[in-house]
């Protein structure tokens, strides 16, 4: 008798992580459900999944937003796992935390509630390294036991927000009664090729050095994993009876600022012509992380010392990411091709 593959629902289709879990579940043979805020994306995002792989009608669309309940019932029902990788990136005012953690904290709460609802047996949702960040700026690596302080002031209001929910996350299913499963995924800065022409948060570092709009290299590291190695754990953790209860951190390896500069100017040639490397002081930072959100996201960064681990999931789950330079490359090589960088 033949079995028929499970059906995994995929929250936030629209999205970087959201596209790249989509495509690697229809590669591995799952039926697919998507959840997007507006079905006028559903054609982008399946122009998008085809230049990876062939959906056939294995890929359906559902309206859904995180700070609704329309759409949720249909969206869970007939689905076996749920991937919840929606999340909002930037919001109105990205100094409010109440802008990042009403979507983030209710939105959690509610694909849990509506998985509870149609007997889903297994919930992976992807918080951030940003929620398993040390209180003091130790030496040496950080891994899954530790937890961020909600108010610690280094963070930013969208890293606070994580660790504020994914806890939130955690009380709901203590609560639970119940046979489904939550696991939690918390990845470092996300980079790699994207499949839209659109461009992430994570990857706007990049974008901007291209551009020749970053003046030069701050004296910052950062932790770095490839979107599709990230998206493979979270199917790893899917599939596991393992990984019940457990967060697992995805982290590649580190670079500085620096080399990602040398990486990238090295390998694009004359659309690198533009990126700098000269190391420019701290202060340049601070004052720019007064009037941009997005640079006051690197603050944190600072005199930073400690990395995060992910020997849990390579021990347990058997993850192997590919090398951070790898990425970069790739993840600007995708750039030029989609013009994101012209």
Known sequence: ??????????????????????????????????????????????????????????????????????????????????????????????????????????????????????????????????????????????????????????????????????????????????DMKLSTVLPTAVFGPVLMPQNDSSQILIEQMIKGHVPGALKLNFDIVDVRDLVDLEILVMQSDKSAGQRYLAAAGSLSMREIAQTLKEHLGDHGKKIRTMTIPNWVLLVLAKFNANVAVFVGLLGRKFHYTSAKAENDLGWRPRNPHTTIVESADRMVELHLVD
């Open 1 to 178: 008798m033949t079995t028929q593959p499970e059906t995994i629902l995929v929250t936030g289709g629209t999205g970087f992580v959201g596209a790249w879990a989509i495509v690697r579940l229809l590669e591995q043979g799952y039926n697919v459900k998507t959840t997007i805020r507006s079905m006028k994306k559903a054609n982008m995002v399946r122009d998008a999944i085809a230049s990876q792989v062939d959906a056939n009608d294995r890929l359906t669309f559902v309206q859904a937003d995180l700070t609704h309940d329309d759409g949720w019932t249909e969206a869970m029902n007939g689905v076996d796992r749920v991937l919840h990788v929606a999340s909002p990136m930037h919001t109105a005012d990205s100094a409010d935390i109440e802008t990042f953690l009403k979507p983030q904290r209710e939105g959690d709460e509610r694909v849990l509630r509506f998985a509870a609802a149609a007997n889903v047996k297994h919930v992976v949702i992807t918080s951030a390294a940003a929620a398993a960040k040390p209180a003091d700026d130790i030496s040496g690596d950080s891994d899954e036991t530790v937890w961020t302080t909600p108010n610690d002031p280094v963070q930013n209001p969208y890293q606070r927000s994580k660790a504020i929910a994914e806890k939130a996350a955690w009380a709901w299913m203590e609560n639970y009664d119940g």
